[in-house]
């Protein structure tokens, strides 16, 4: 995928531009009470990518969004597919995936148990107890370069402005200095280091997500 030949502002600077925001956002969310079809996941993936977006207080370009969208609808489906990003250096890989991963944090318990009560059968049950995510990078120190970005993304004050929000229940602690623990519905993202050396088995992840794989063994990858 390439990238844009423009660098434009991603920020929202208005107050009339974010309130148009959260307006579509509330709009995507509505579910049909009767089925869920492919139309309502729409809304359901839709709803998830914005909501990253609120949370950054920047919005996706087309190839980032159209990346974040698949994600999203891999995970909706649980379909299982390896999902390949190659962008420029600077081209918004980690920009991407940490809007994308604590939106499906948030948001798919918070549909699934919605779907759930409403006695609505969906591929989203899975996420009932929680959406659990796994960061590696050839070490710790580079797969905290993304953990640091979804820290970052999650606990300014425009993304506590929402989180805290009773309906999403998300309790901070005095210091957030930890991506275990403080989000709701035992939701969890773990950074992690893929170096031979350390051990990887024991986990359980709906989603795993490797920084810089061409440096991760494929002994490792394959485990």
Not at 174 to 193: A, E
Request: proline fraction near 4%; aromatic fraction near 8%.
């Amino acid at each position: 995928m390439g990238t844009p030949t423009k660098e434009r502002p991603r920020s929202f600077t208005t107050t009339r531009e974010q309130k148009a925001t959260d307006e579509e956002i509330f709009d995507a969310a509505e579910i049909d009470s009767k089925k869920v079809n492919r139309l309502t996941l729409t809304k359901i993936v839709t709803a998830i990518v914005l909501m990253g977006e609120m949370l950054a207080g920047d919005k996706l370009y087309k190839y980032e969004r159209e990346v974040a969208e698949r994600i999203v609808w891999s995970l909706v489906l649980g379909d299982g597919e390896t999902l390949t990003m190659q962008f420029a250096r600077q081209g918004g890989k980690s920009f991407t995936v940490a809007q994308v991963v604590p939106a499906c944090a948030i948001m798919l318990p918070l549909f699934a148990q919605y779907l759930y009560e409403a006695k609505i059968k969906s591929p989203l049950e899975k996420f009932r107890k929680g959406f659990w995510c796994g960061v590696y990078g050839p070490d710790y120190e580079r797969a905290g370069i993304v953990g640091n970005r979804i820290n970052s993304n999650i606990s300014t004050q425009r993304a506590r402005t929402i989180l805290t929000d009773p309906d999403v229940g998300m309790i901070f602690p005095v210091r957030l200095t930890t991506f275990t623990g403080v989000l709701p519905r035992n939701s969890h993202i773990n950074i992690k280091s893929a170096n031979r050396s350390v051990s990887i088995e024991g986990d359980t992840f709906h989603l795993v997500v490797t920084d810089e794989t061409q440096e991760i063994s494929d002994y490792v990858l394959k485990k």
